[in-house]
């Protein structure tokens, strides 16, 4: 990884323009600061520089000066500052700029380089195109256009490698169409700790694979796929499902942990078909754990719930049941980490109207010190900063696992945080627990305790819970929904709405809406513009914010009334826990 | 506006009799009691296809047999109407004969009705597996019946003639390996 630069600027010349960049900048990324793209293949902002593609040759020189007197000399034709320079080609990546740097990126010599290199990686680059996954976004495509030759001088055989080998769980090779960069090899090393990739044989023979005995199936292995730069690593789940020509893209959130990091939403017609990381330098760099990606497979699942009864029956039937039991207490609401900030917002007020305790449900794993994190919750953050809740949801000790984590991460997580809750219904004391997406039998309470109580259900999916409930609104997943999660940072992170909620299926904002309404008696906004001009009203820590000024990278937010509190989080890439983390097992 | 007064001349004797016109549409009402005729008794007869006609899209198979579509979607991508809809599926490995294909589509459907008969699927793809051939009439009493499935398209197309045979060549080159 480049070391963050430092502060003192460096003014190079590139094309004839001059920029200042901070010291240690290679020129790949100064000409970016020009808008001049210099082609790469082997080159990652976030992984070391190994410079074996040759694609980001450039023509480099330095102001000529004079032995004796160290002054610039002055050439006599143009008036300028004489350059020399440098007879061949050099690549950008491996080159950092230094004072009075000139590059020139368009020149006939870059020209003939690119071309000439073009040649050679296309000599035995199979004619797949049709059938590649990578088709649309690979960097080969791209760069063919621009420096192919348009036809082959290759008469010879083209090298036969290994096609459709599984590398891993998740990811297949066909070797073929790989142009050995060594990004994945780089990125297993580096990055994920997991050292599994590597080459064998030598020249035109060299082949990418797995060590023997390995297999690449870390958690982090379909980041290979993304940074490959041609279709060699493609991942075996999205592999020949969909063009990525035709899919839309939507900023979105993975809520798998408290990390949140950034991701982009590949959907077509209402069906999402992947999610890839979305860089934010912050967060979570260019990466994104497997598991995560895994997650939009819940919204087409057979078990999705639908109402069948019409939305404003079943708000009647939920403020029948608050009327019942209208005494304080008597109601209690368990409100979600997995909700977004309006959704807790709205919970919150839902709770101050029927007079109702409130409570989270916690959900804590193992930390893998990289991009999942100890809390499972997207957004517990957002409910202390919301004021849902005012101390952090006992860690619980039963351990069900609360979802199939099929292949990704198998350590089991503990869901709970639900005893003063079960005490209460015991003592007799709550009637009505309004749970917002929370499976209550996963998150320790039994099934005696809820056949005691009236359960006003808020979820997406089919639980125990569902089936126990009273009442159930269906709502949508985070996929179908706008709103902001506040991650372990306090950064106020934003996801979109990818794909409409099927039928039957209304947005948690409304439902809760409608519910405060029912219960206060008085009008509720369901809509974010709304919304947020309420909660920056009444939250200090969003005081003049709201959802259209979030930017794409997010907003930090003052965490200072927060910083005694302990959470469970330990270290992971671009966060150091600020109070001791609780212990835990490992 | 200027207003231009164009003279109109007399008619002459001879025009105000019409003789002249009467004889002149007669002679061609006899010519073409003589001449051959130009209609055809369709659908019993059916005209000559001239080479390049823009009929029906169908999909073809190589002169092997080989399923040539491998689902690359370009047609679905170019298609003005969005007359086509494709289901893209990878060809098991246990296919010895078409594995090394790795993709064929698992549906692949034109609706008719939406056609435009432009021919932009043909120009666009890279197999040489769809051709817009001589097929010129195409009915149906349903909707559904108007979609052309991808059992149906291939029935259409036939088999045409190879100029590469890509994948044969690289199926050799496969079984031949490249060993050093």
Not at chain 1, 213 to 229: F, H
Not at chain 1, 482 to 501: E, I, S
Not at chain 1, 549 to 560: F, K, M, N, R, Y
Not at chain 2, 154 to 168: A, F, N, R, S
Request: charged fraction near 20%; hydrophobic fraction near 40%.
């Amino acid at each position: 990884m480049i070391a963050p630069p430092k502060p003192d600027l460096v003014t190079v010349n590139i094309d004839g323009r001059e920029i200042a960049v901070p010291k240690g900048t290679n020129v790949i990324e100064a000409a970016r600061l020009v808008n001049v793209d210099v082609p790469h293949y082997c080159y990652h902002p976030k992984l070391t520089i190994v410079g074996n593609c040759r694609m980001c040759l450039i023509e480099m020189g330095m102001p000529a000066v004079d032995p004796a007197t160290k002054a610039p000399i002055i050439d006599p034709v143009t008036g300028k500052p004489k350059i020399n320079w440098i007879p061949r080609p050099q690549i950008g990546c491996g080159t950092n700029v230094s004072p009075g740097l000139h590059v020139k990126t368009t020149s006939p010599m870059v020209k003939d380089a690119r071309e000439g290199v073009m040649e050679f990686l296309l000599i035995n680059h199979p004619l797949d195109c049709p059938i590649c996954d990578q088709a649309g976004e690979c960097k080969l495509q791209e760069q063919s256009t621009g420096y192919g030759r348009g036809y082959s001088r290759f008469v010879e055989q083209k090298n036969v490698k290994p096609k459709r080998t599984q590398l891993g769980p998740r990811v297949t090779l066909d070797d073929e169409r790989c142009i050995l960069c060594s990004r994945c090899i780089r990125f297993s090393k580096e990055i994920a700790k997991d050292d599994v990739l590597g080459f064998v044989d030598r020249g035109s023979y060299s082949t990418l694979t797995c060590f023997p005995g390995k297999q690449l199936a870390n958690n982090y292995s379909l980041n290979t796929v993304d940074i490959c730069p041609v279709g060699a690593l493609t991942s075996t789940d999205f592999r020949f499902k969909m063009r990525v020509w035709f899919l839309k893209q939507t900023n979105s959130i993975d809520t798998e942990t408290s990390v949140g990091a950034n991701t982009v939403v590949w959907s077509r017609e209402g069906q999402i078909y992947r999610l890839t990381p979305r860089r934010n330098d912050d967060v979570n760099d260019t990466w994104m754990p497997d598991s995560g990606r895994e997650l939009f497979k819940a919204v087409m699942a057979a078990d999705r719930l639908v109402a069948t009864t019409h939305l404003d029956a079943l708000v009647a039937q939920a403020a029948e049941l608050f009327k019942m039991n209208a005494s304080a207490g008597a109601i209690a609401v368990v409100g979600s980490g997995r909700s977004s900030v309006e959704e807790q917002f709205l919970t919150k007020k839902l709770a101050a109207a029927l007079k109702a305790s409130t409570q989270l449900v916690s959900r804590v794993g193992q930390g893998d010190q990289l991009l999942i994190s100890a809390d499972r919750n997207p957004n517990v953050r957002g409910a202390l900063v919301t004021g849902l809740i005012s101390k952090l949801p006992k860690v619980g000790d039963a351990t069900p696992l609360s979802r199939s984590t099929k292949g990704a991460v198998a350590a089991p997580i503990r869901t709970g945080g639900l005893t003063d809750l079960a005490a209460s219904i015991d003592a007799g004391k709550v009637k009505v627990v309004v749970s917002i997406g929370e499976d209550l039998i996963a998150a320790g309470l039994t099934a005696a305790q809820l056949a005691n109580v009236s359960v006003v259900y808020l979820g997406t999916h089919a639980n125990a819970t569902s089936a126990a409930a009273k009442i159930v609104f269906p709502t949508l997943s985070v996929f179908e929904k706008n709103g902001t999660f506040v991650n372990q940072q306090f950064r106020l992170q934003k996801f979109a709405k990818a794909v409409p909620g099927p039928q039957g299926a209304t947005d948690d904002l409304i439902v809760l809406a409608k519910l405060t309404a029912a219960a206060s008696s008085a009008p509720m906004a369901s809509d974010l513009g709304s919304l947020w001009t309420l909660i920056s009203a009444e939250v200090p820590a969003f005081a003049m914010t709201s959802y259209a000024q979030v930017p794409e990278t997010g907003l930090l937010i003052d965490a200072t009334p927060f910083a005694a509190l302990p959470f469970v989080e330990g270290e992971t890439l671009h966060f150091k826990p600020a109070a001791a983390a609780v212990a835990l097992d490992s | 506006m200027a207003v231009i007064t164009v003279e109109r001349k007399p008619l002459t004797l001879l025009e105000r009799t019409y003789l002249p016109q009467i004889v002149g549409g007669l002679a061609t009402t006899f010519k073409h009691l003589i001449a051959p005729k130009k209609t055809l008794e369709y659908p019993e007869q059916r005209p000559a296809i001239p080479p390049g006609y823009r009929g029906v899209p169908t999909l073809v198979r190589d002169p092997n047999g080989r399923e040539k579509c491998v689902s690359c979607q370009l047609c679905e991508f170019v298609c003005p109407p969005k007359a086509i809809r494709i289901t893209p599926g990878e060809i098991s490995a246990d296919q010895t004969d078409r594995a090394h294909v790795e993709k064929a589509p698992q549906a692949f459907d034109i609706d008719m009705l939406r056609c435009i008969y432009c021919g932009l699927c043909q120009e666009v793809c890279p197999e040489e597996a769809i051709f817009l051939q001589n097929q010129y009439s195409m009915s149906g009493y349903t909707r559904a019946e108007m979609v052309n499935h991808k059992d149906k398209l291939y029935e259409l197309g036939g088999t045409l003639p190879d100029q590469h045979y890509k994948w044969d060549q690289k199926k050799t080159a496969q079984d031949h390996g490249n060993a050093h």
